[in-house]
């Protein structure tokens, strides 16, 4: 027969019985320290002042028995034993009182009046409390030199064992019936606060598996300032995430899609043109098909570099180098492009040397992408600056243009995938929406960022930060 397993506690019942086992484990210590305090210590008290009492009554008995002789007097008239252990000398006990009232001098707030007893040389009980243990001190009476009898207490813990059976077993129930309202109560608090944590955490777990089924709008509404609520606020800033990534996901295989179908139709629309014999195979045929398969391998190309940089599998070789010289070089290449497409160049305030811990082709190609989109999206006649200045631990790379500018709500947009803010430009510019996140790969490999905004010359402005190399930094 097949035992059924038993399903696990949820984190609701584990969090109550912990709460209550807790509660109840305190109330059960908390009751056996305060009855080993009090026997030990309440207790302990009465009997150390009770053997202070000892003190006064060795004289005094020393004196009744030099003064009789023997201890007969106190067999015969028990009354003389209470005169001589009373607290103050000289102190009448009332006139009703007899041996088996068992009431006590109001000033004996020991009780070790009731807990004396004296026994003679032969061990034998004279007056006093009858039953006598081995575990009370005991005080010898000397009279001349000889001992005559000993004053023995009896502790406190005795006399109670023997003859408080009815106050114990009220102190008893009185702990049990504490220690069931105090387990009432803690298990009403240990509910309670299981609830109110648990609640949110209930919440996130829905809104999580929600998530996991592809419900990116899920949302968890909890307003809480501790931890559960920094969870509810990171969860939410979670699906965001995984909203707008799934977003740019299906943007980016639409783009890819449209920038691959576009040339593979030219491609094959020339092919078939060219199979059915309704255009001729010459020069002109042939460099169309060899500026469309350009196109596609650029695009592979970029595709590859930007796939390999959000890995981090593009390769960097960092060498100390200058950046002024790489940017000259860079610059020097694309200064008659520039000009033949009627635009001016300028390059402003290049420090020299500009230090820096770097990869030389790959700042390159970052800097091809930067000039190369502002040569295409600028209009003729126009102008593109080019700046080199330090900002304290950093090197600032600026690349600023002439109109057109790009839409304030744009921007923020430029460095992500196949973005382009005129989508119908992209065939003549000849771009496929990847260098300027490419760009940005490059930028932070390098330990900078990369930032675009309005340009005063009206159009953008690319800025590139890079961190200078370490111990060049100056004062």
């Not at 060899?290 to 650029?298: G, V």
């Not at 390059?347 to 020299?352: C, L, M, N, Q, S």
């Not at 600032?396 to 057109?404: K, N």
Request: aromatic share 6%; with cysteine.
């Amino acid at each position: 027969m097949k035992i059924p397993r038993l399903r696990p506690l949820g984190i609701s019942a584990r969090l109550f019985c912990a709460i209550l086992i807790s509660a109840t484990v305190s109330i059960t210590v908390s009751g056996v320290v305060t009855r080993l305090a009090f026997e030990r210590g309440f207790l302990g008290y009465l009997n150390n002042l009770a053997e202070e009492r000892l003190s006064f009554v060795l004289p005094r008995a020393a004196q009744a028995y030099a003064s009789h002789g023997n201890w007969d007097f106190l067999r015969q008239q028990p009354r003389h034993w209470f005169e001589l252990i009373r607290p103050t000398a000289g102190e009448e006990l009332p006139a009703d009182w007899t041996p088996e009232s068992g009431l006590s001098p109001l000033s004996d707030l020991t009780g070790a009046m009731l807990r004396l007893s004296l026994i003679d040389v032969q061990g034998q009980w004279v007056a006093g409390y009858r039953n006598l243990t081995d575990r009370g001190p005991r005080r010898a009476i000397m009279v001349a030199g000889q001992t005559v009898g000993w004053i023995v207490l009896e502790p406190f813990q005795s006399v109670a064992d023997g003859g408080d059976q009815r106050f114990q077993e009220g102190q008893r129930m009185a702990g049990w019936l504490a220690l069931g309202v105090g387990l009432m109560l803690a298990a009403l608090v240990a509910w309670t606060a299981a609830r109110q944590l648990v609640r949110p955490i209930k919440q996130v777990a829905r809104a999580t598996h929600a998530l996991a089924q592809g419900d990116h709008a899920v949302k968890v509404e909890i307003e809480r300032q501790d931890e559960v609520g920094q969870l509810a606020r990171d969860f939410n800033h979670l699906a965001l995430t995984l909203s707008r990534n799934a977003a740019s996901r299906r943007e980016f295989i639409a783009d890819i899609s449209h920038e691959l179908r576009t040339p593979l139709s030219v491609l094959r629309s020339e092919l078939q043109l060219l199979a059915d014999g309704l255009r001729p195979l010459d020069q002109s045929a042939i460099q169309s098909l060899l500026d469309e398969t350009e196109h596609l391998s650029a695009l592979v190309s970029d595709l590859d570099q930007l796939a390999l940089s959000d890995l981090g599998a593009m390769r960097y070789h960092m060498v100390p180098l200058d950046l002024s010289d790489v940017l000259e070089r860079v610059t020097e290449s694309h200064r008659s492009r520039l000009v033949q497409g009627g635009l001016s160049f300028a390059i402003d305030g290049v420090e020299r040397p500009a230090p820096l811990e770097g990869d030389e082709a790959r700042l390159r190609q970052m800097l091809d992408n930067l000039i190369e989109n502002a040569r295409r999206y600028t209009d003729a006649p126009g102008q593109v600056r080019l700046r080199l200045a330090s900002t304290g631990p950093d090197w600032q790379i600026v690349v600023e243009d002439s109109a057109p500018g790009v839409p304030a709500h744009d921007i923020p947009r430029l460095f992500e995938r196949f973005f382009r803010v005129d989508r119908s430009r992209n065939r003549a510019a000849g771009g496929s929406g990847l260098g300027l996140a490419i760009c940005r790969n490059i930028a932070l490999a390098h330990g900078g960022d990369i930032a675009a905004s309005a340009s005063p010359l009206g159009g953008l402005r690319i800025s590139v930060t890079l961190p200078r190399m370490r111990g060049t930094i100056s004062s």
